[in-house]
């Protein structure tokens, strides 16, 4: 095929395959296989019918466009150069995956301005793409007015066949389907190869059937190379169906035009080496050199810049009338979109620190609070709305036929609501929470890796957050939870001890902008304790009981708190000088000064022992090679909470001998 | 209804019915509902169908029964129990839920026998089933002979609602609709009812729709209450369909025979309550105390011990036979279901030490080394096998039309393996692995915490175990795997440095019995190093450079071992006393004598350096608080894997440097 005979639509499809081509051979590393199959639909996609401004990447009406194929990256950054995002520059493609670029080997939200979310561990986007359609749903119900549509803008996302076999896609498009998330449209580029070779090796469902099993309305483009028509036939009609999510199944070439590898598994996640790069641009009557655009093609391309600053425009101007009709809801729109919290919204929690009893009907009496006082607080359990407390009392759910509700029903999805979160945050305009049991915090680490990856203000609610729980069982009994979602970094995991610390803790998950937090409640009863502060959870560690010069710190967390003051009161009526420490968040311990810290944990008292009914992983940082731990080195026991707890060493009698040990 | 106009059936179905209550009541914990409603499907699957002798709860041709709903434990107790299992009397049944009782509050294969697998996290049985039915398939393939059908046996599931929002059970029901496990047979207690209320509030998608979509058959029984005869034609019929695993969608009424709380949330997750009780016996007319089962009904459910004596009797009888005709493959048939390793299987890995590459290479060549070696040595990976380095060479895969083949194609379902390899092993007869890139263990991590509660040799073969893979960038990197790996009781987690320690984490992992081990290998070449052992890794850790008394001990892991003898040695030529210390697995370390850890760790050398290209959560204890950490506490970057090494201090002059500080 000469260039000659290329119509102009063909030459810009071969222009996103050669910059994806190039970018891969120049790093020799990347994925050119998906970009080559998929340019087809992506070119239509954005040249007909995404909504953007080039220049202000984060015009708040503009389409989302998810990457769920995260692999296949040099497709979003071709399109972003090309249409003329001021992100990526040819040189950025030219430094692919290098060290600071801004065009890493997965797109990064936080990396490349026009990115959404953060994509690459599979079927992640699908769920983000969920979360960014409740939230679209759920501004629109609240805050358009009749003849004031300002929030109305759709969620694409290109995803293959590893999207499609992981179970986290499967729980978010069952609950997309659920919600009849109708602004909601996927694009399946299905070329029967994954990294191992053929589907049929493997994935042999039907899986348009699967989706239309979740109320979704299913398409499929028999030529998803060549057939442009039917690829923008099949998204009118996408948009058309409101009250069902979208599925287009198109088929392609994974590696469309390179003559040897077309149709296989090496195109998938390889440079297509120097030689077969020359055979495609032959096959695909490439005459340009690595990394030109062809200037009838740009020029098509950046039709973009103008097409979004009209779009944009008109966007403003229909925004100022609203402004005018309505002006506090368009003072509010805009504050939540800039994700800053309302005046003296703390308030609103104060009543709370008075309250005594668990710190889960404390963390929901503070959901409840916070509710009135932040209307784009809103969130959700998966399926233990009556044992996490997290409903909000007297607002309706988020379902279909009312989008403007606030409580999420997520079902028995914990991944599927771990992704959808960070999409919902991603969105911006709304601070989302999810919860479950502490323990299954394993079924969505992913996805809380992801919250803090992405940088996003998510806030996962953990109830049962010790052996506490009780009768359940070993199943159900976080042992190594906190100290394993401790080691994520830049994820605030907070376990309060009281009404003080339950609070001081909201304050935090509410104030962190760009950080998840990971707040871990008891299921049992906790008393108030004199010593605890809101200001102190707030820098994650402070003193609780002091002692000018102590002989020993007791250091604790959460429930066990309490265990370590009467410790502590017994020992000091003998005579010892005992201080006691409460460590809510180590990770905002480690962000105040040396000065502050040493004031706290005075590095000269080196007897110290830690009280935290999990495992010890992670404490001797702490507690030092003289000290001693409380802890559960095993796997928890079914038995009644209070059993479970002695048993296991948490007595006052326990802290007590553990701390004479120590004491020598 | 009085007791009079019941029928013999409906006696036994109401004693599991009561059984369940009683304990739960007792217990004043615990979930009345899934037992109350799914009692006549048990009934009719233990009463008609279910091969096994409660007498020998362990023979191997069994059907293997799972209660995926494991909060519905008290139908499993109540059928061992009424059937006749040792394991379970009618005083373990009074102690349901109590410590050290063989009745825990949900299901745990290492606690009572008659129970296949450990469920109550969603989801899991589901793919345990579907390992155990792939166990089933294979051990067919292999073992059975013309005339000889040795292994002959069902796997059924009872699964509910919440196991079918989990994703990790969309998964493997995706793999055993494309492995068409005939054998496998799930009914699925459609009762409406989740913990939040009814499914419509998130769950209204078309299940059975979606599992016709995997590839499975489908059918419907309208009334699972009381319509026993369509119950067993449906089980009668999913039997007869040998190419397609089996769902049957049972309607039924939670908590049936409730007069106020049957179909209702409120009898999933408590007790019934005194007056309910009393309303419930009322109303199903059962006169008998609590933990009464009336005589004629024990006496119908007793039948099952004769009958399991003969049928085992009767496959003795066959095995006898079989192993006239076919003594070597008898032999081994006895070897592998005993889980007992060959003679000197060891030696096939001799040559591996002696090559020298990456460490996934070095595990390659351990894997094919082994594979003839140990014939009930299979796995595969979740779609990664050219990354993972996990195939075995000149092995079918297995598939359906060859289920004898070893080398498994799991699909991009890193949750759904674990869970099936979970079942592989509970089965018996098999040594399964399975393999990812070691970030996604975060996918599969509820599934790697179940096979170390549930005590099974699974072997997890994670590869691209660092920042060195690369380009991919921070979504592919781990920084926090491994420490929240080694969190988790009873895992072995091992980071081999080269070619010795490769070998001997092989040897651990297939010698431990009843504990799971997760390997970490390199993307990248690794070097031999002198002073590394096949013991010493066995032993956990070990001084691999000497100095009699050290002035500082340099530890490390995997690749930076290398790392750390290049320091060392550089100190040295200085006149330093400095020693290294290989640390590969730090659970087998902790479990040495006290004097063989003081002696490679001396207590009163406490200036110590660590090397691991990971998060420093955890080092502290071996570190302690005069050392120092070569470690990364932030999230990775997209660039090549030298240079990110480089870039985050993972060279020899910064690791010199770093004990230059400690050395002071």
Not at 254 to 265: D, E, L, R, V
Request: hydrophobic content about 40%; some cysteine; aromatic content about 8%.
């Amino acid at each position: 095929m000469a260039v000659a005979t290329q119509t102009l639509e063909q030459l810009c499809i071969n222009s996103i395959r050669f910059l994806s081509i190039d970018a891969v051979e120049k790093a020799k590393s990347g994925h050119p296989g998906l970009p080559m199959g998929a340019a087809p639909m992506a070119f239509v996609l954005w040249d007909r019918f995404l909504k953007f401004n080039p220049k202000n990447p984060k015009w708040v009406d503009r389409d989302r466009f998810v990457l769920s194929a995260g692999h296949g990256c040099m497709l979003q950054y071709s399109m972003l150069h090309l249409t003329g995002y001021d992100s990526v520059s040819i040189d950025d493609i030219k430094q692919f995956r290098q060290w600071g670029s801004k065009t890493p080997g997965h797109p990064e939200n936080f990396e490349t301005e026009g990115v959404e979310v953060t994509t690459g561990p599979l079927g992640q986007g699908v769920g983000n793409a969920v979360g960014l359609a409740i939230a679209e749903a759920h501004l629109a119900a609240r805050f358009n007015k009749p003849g004031h549509n300002i929030v109305d803008h759709y969620t694409y996302v290109i995803l293959g066949d590893g999207c499609n076999m992981e179970g986290v896609a499967s729980e978010a498009a069952s609950m997309a389907g659920h919600l009849k998330l109708g602004k909601l449209i996927m694009m399946y580029d299905s070329n029967s190869i994954s990294i191992d070779g053929s589907t049929d090796l493997a994935f042999t469902e039907d899986v348009g059937k699967r989706y239309e099993a979740y109320g979704w309305h299913v398409q499929y483009v028999a030529n998803g190379n060549d057939d442009l028509d039917s690829i923008a036939k099949a998204i009118a009609e996408a948009k058309k169906v409101t009250d069902k999510p979208s599925l287009i199944v198109v088929t392609t070439v994974i590696g469309y035009g390179s003559p040897n590898k077309a149709g296989t598994a090496g195109v998938h996640g390889a440079a297509l080496g120097g030689d077969e790069v020359t055979a495609t641009r032959n096959n695909l009557g490439w005459e340009y050199e690595p990394f030109v655009v062809p200037e009838d093609a740009l020029k098509r391309f950046r039709k973009a810049i103008d097409k979004g600053a009209e779009a944009e425009a008109d966007w403003n101007q229909r925004f100022a009338a609203y402004a005018q009709a309505y002006p506090a809801e368009a003072a509010e729109f805009t504050r939540v979109m800039a994700g800053e919290l309302p005046e003296g919204w703390q308030n609103a929690l104060e009543p709370v620190t008075h309250k005594e009893t668990s710190t889960r009907l404390l963390s929901e009496a503070c959901l409840n609070a916070l509710a009135p006082a932040l209307p784009e607080f809103l969130g959700g359990s998966a399926d233990l709305a009556h044992s996490n407390m997290t409903y909000l009392k007297g607002i309706p759910d988020f379902q279909a036929g009312s989008y403007e509700g606030r409580n999420f029903r997520f079902g028995v999805r914990e991944h599927g609501m771990g992704a959808v979160l960070n999409g919902m945050a991603l969105h911006g305009g709304l601070i989302p929470y999810g919860a479950t049991f502490l323990v299954f915090a394993d079924y969505m680490r992913a996805a809380i890796r992801l919250s803090a990856l992405s940088q996003v203000r998510v806030i996962y609610v953990m109830t049962h957050d010790s052996i506490m729980l009780g009768e359940d069982g070993p199943t159900h009994q976080p042992i190594e939870t906190i100290p394993s979602l401790r080691a994520i970094p830049d994820l605030l995991v907070l376990r309060p001890a009281d009404a003080k610390e339950t609070v001081g803790s909201y304050e935090v998950a509410i104030s962190e902008r760009k950080r998840p937090s990971l707040l871990a409640f008891t299921r049992q009863g906790v008393k108030n304790l004199p010593g605890t502060s809101v200001e102190g959870t707030k820098k994650g560690g402070y003193v609780v009981v002091d002692a000018a010069n102590p002989d020993l710190i007791v250091i604790a967390t959460g429930s066990e708190l309490e265990l370590a003051v009467k410790a502590a009161d017994a020992l000091k009526a003998e005579g010892k000088a005992v201080r006691v420490v409460s460590l809510p968040c180590w990770e905002l311990f480690e962000e105040q000064t040396q000065e502050y810290r040493d004031s706290v944990l005075p590095p000269a008292c080196k007897k110290r022992v830690s009280v935290e009914a999990a495992s010890s992983f992670g404490w001797h940082k702490y507690v030092g090679s003289e000290g001693a731990m409380v802890s559960i080195d095993r796997f928890g026991a079914s038995a009644p909470g209070p059993t479970c707890y002695e048993k296991f060493g948490f007595t006052v009698d326990n802290v007590i001998a553990t701390c004479r040990q120590v004491l020598g």
